[in-house]
């Protein structure tokens, strides 16, 4: 069964970082792309960056988070990381893991990801 498990949230101030975590179970994270996806107060989900499968492209969903996040992963650990430097107060979100059998390429559409970790918070303060 495919288990993802988030960690890393919390509270940080403006301009501060943070990395978040994706613990994988009953996949390896190279055998499929895993994406994250984070939820404002108030607003609907969105995809922030993927990792595709075998090459480990990578891929960011809008300029804002360009240049200030990094996905990564570490095989050995079978993780997959969200680096988030320069955060803003408009970063503050639930962010979730997100994967799907049979998903190899990077995707930004939501709807293409089945499974789903319980997500973290991340508070940027002012």
């Known amino acids: 069964q495919v288990q993802l498990v988030e960690s890393g949230g919390g509270l940080v101030q403006s301009g501060g970082s943070l990395r978040l975590s994706c613990a994988a179970s009953?996949?390896?994270?190279?055998?499929?792309?895993i994406g994250w996806v984070r939820q404002a107060p108030g607003k609907s989900r969105e995809a922030v960056a993927c990792?595709?499968?075998?090459?480990?492209?990578?891929?960011y969903s809008s300029d804002s988070v360009k240049g200030r996040f990094t996905i990564s992963r570490d095989n050995a650990k079978n993780t997959v990381y969200l680096q988030m430097n320069s955060l803003k107060p408009e970063d503050t979100a639930v962010y979730y893991c997100a994967t799907a059998l049979g998903l190899f390429r990077t995707t930004l559409d939501l709807e293409e990801f089945d499974y789903w970790g319980q997500g973290t918070q991340v508070v940027v303060s002012p």
């Open positions: 009953g996949i390896t994270v190279d055998a499929y792309a």
């Open positions: 990792i595709s499968s075998s090459d480990g492209r990578t891929d």
